[in-house]
T-cell receptor, first 113, second 112 residues
Framework: NAGVMQNPRHLVRRRGQEARLRCSPM?????VYWYRQLPEEGLKFMVY????????ESGMPKERFSAEFPKEGPSILRIQQVVRGDSAAYFC???????????FGPGTRLLVL | DQQVKQNSPSLSVQEGRISILNCDYT??????FLWYKKYPAEGPTFLIS?????DKNEDGRFTVFLNKSAKHLSLHIVPSQPGDSAVYFC???????????FGPGTSLSVIP
């Protein structure tokens, strides 16, 4: 059973460009969470999605950030018009729904130049 | 407002001895607590968890203790091994479907 997959592992963007981060949950998992880790900080919750639904987006910045988890395909975290402060590691986690543990992917390291 | 606190940014322990990592939380609504281990350039790996109805959970060399009245939990690693050197995150959630709130992490170094 493959774990949570994220791609790309590293992403470099210039200010003003768009960043798209993809997450494929573990097989059978229908709950996806996105977290961000800024340099020298812990992980901060961003958004919680189930298939085709956003359940909790209380950690998402109000502008430029959006997330989706379509019926088919991976979950996408989209950052429009990136700024240097968006440089961070973005982790996706998935959850079976019948147990509490979230399993994390390897992360996407975004660098904004 | 940091709901999950890990006041020791780093800890060094001799191989074979016990490592004790501490964590405090402020939200009494938390119902489930987890410890994750993280190596550089990798995602966090689930280590062990405990429900608020328990005060101890053990898995091999790892034991988590929960003191609800003090809003405190700790992770004990016995015996510590060099491969245990990593950043350890304490985390908590309100329900099984809730977001997980992470502490800032404690960097453990196990010295051979």
């Amino acid at each position: 059973n493959a774990g949570v997959m994220q791609n790309p592992r590293h992403l470099v963007r210039r200010r003003g460009q768009e960043a798209r981060l993809r997450c494929s949950p573990m097989k059978g998992h229908s709950h996806v969470y996105w977290y961000r880790q800024l340099p020298e900080e812990g992980l901060k919750f961003m958004v919680y999605l189930q298939k085709e639904n956003i359940i909790d987006e209380s950690g998402m910045p109000k502008e430029r950030f959006s997330a989706e988890f379509p019926k088919e395909g991976p979950s996408i975290l989209r950052i429009q018009q990136v700024v240097r402060g968006d440089s961070a590691a973005y982790f996706c986690a998935s959850h079976l729904g019948t147990e509490e543990t979230q399993y994390f992917g390897p992360g996407t390291r975004l660098l904004v130049l | 407002d940091q709901q999950v606190k890990q006041n020791s940014p780093s800890l060094s322990v001799q191989e074979g001895r016990i490592s004790i990592l501490n964590c405090d939380y402020t939200n009494s609504m938390f119902d489930y607590f987890l410890w994750y281990k993280k190596y550089p350039a990798e995602g966090p790996t689930f280590l062990i968890s405990i429900s608020s109805i328990k005060d101890k959970n053990e898995d091999g060399r790892f034991t988590v203790f929960l003191n609800k009245s003090a809003k405190h939990l700790s992770l004990h690693i016995v015996p510590s091994q060099p491969g245990d050197s990593a950043v350890y995150f304490c985390a908590a959630s309100g329900t099984s479907y809730d977001k997980v709130i992470f502490g800032p992490g404690t960097s453990l170094s196990v010295i051979p």
